[in-house]
């Protein structure tokens, strides 16, 4: 009898152990993603170089490195810019960190995107940005990577009310509102 207890004993044991860790496995892949920060560093003929930071929350108890990532940007679903890092970060259990990425942004390919954005913008819509690329993490020691397939993130809810333009820009829309409305802008 005391085998069977002792054999039951140690079976719930590995078997909670075995659910322990698969639960952290999940939540380590499973992070939240925030872009943040977008910022335009220079222009040299048709391309223009920008930053942009995303915030990344781990979930798990177990700390993730990041070893590099290959990511393209869209916006309406046609690719605006890339970016490409090879440099080593850590994110510690529990915790969000902020990774800056640079790219590139080619304004001949990125043109037909300013009308829709300007239109969102002046509706008042959230810019949404999808993302497809690779992130490579190694987490509890085993490399693993995190693939994006046009995956959505909101860079702004309104962009006129986060740059406290709201009230001027309403006294505006309601002094010139043929203007707006010919304009399709509500």
Do not use: H
């Not at 335009?40 to 993730?64: C, D, H, L, Y």
């Not at 999808?130 to 085993?142: D, Q």
């Not at 994006?148 to 309601?174: G, P, T, V």
């Amino acid at each position: 009898m005391k085998k069977v207890l002792l054999f039951g004993g140690i079976t719930l044991a590995g078997f909670g152990l075995y659910r322990y860790f698969k639960y952290q496995i999940d939540m380590a892949l499973n992070y939240d993603y925030k872009l943040k920060d977008f910022k335009i560093i220079s222009q040299i003929g048709e391309v223009m170089k920008v930053s942009a930071v995303f915030e990344i929350t781990n979930k798990s108890s177990f700390k993730v490195d990041i070893t590099g990532y290959d990511l393209q940007l869209f916006f309406k679903d046609i690719p605006f810019a890339q970016t490409i890092s090879t440099e080593k970060t850590t994110i510690q259990p529990n915790s969000s960190f902020e990774v800056v990425g640079y790219g590139e942004i080619n304004l001949a390919k990125s043109k037909i995107l300013i009308l829709p954005l300007i239109k969102d913008i002046a509706n008042r819509k959230p810019i949404d940005i999808s993302v497809s690329g690779i992130i490579r993490i190694v987490f509890l020691g085993i490399a693993t990577s995190l693939k994006f397939d046009k995956q959505k993130f909101n860079y702004s809810i309104d962009l006129i009310e986060e740059y406290n333009l709201s009230n001027a820009y309403e006294r505006l829309k309601a002094k010139y509102p043929k203007v707006f409305s010919a304009l399709g802008i509500k």
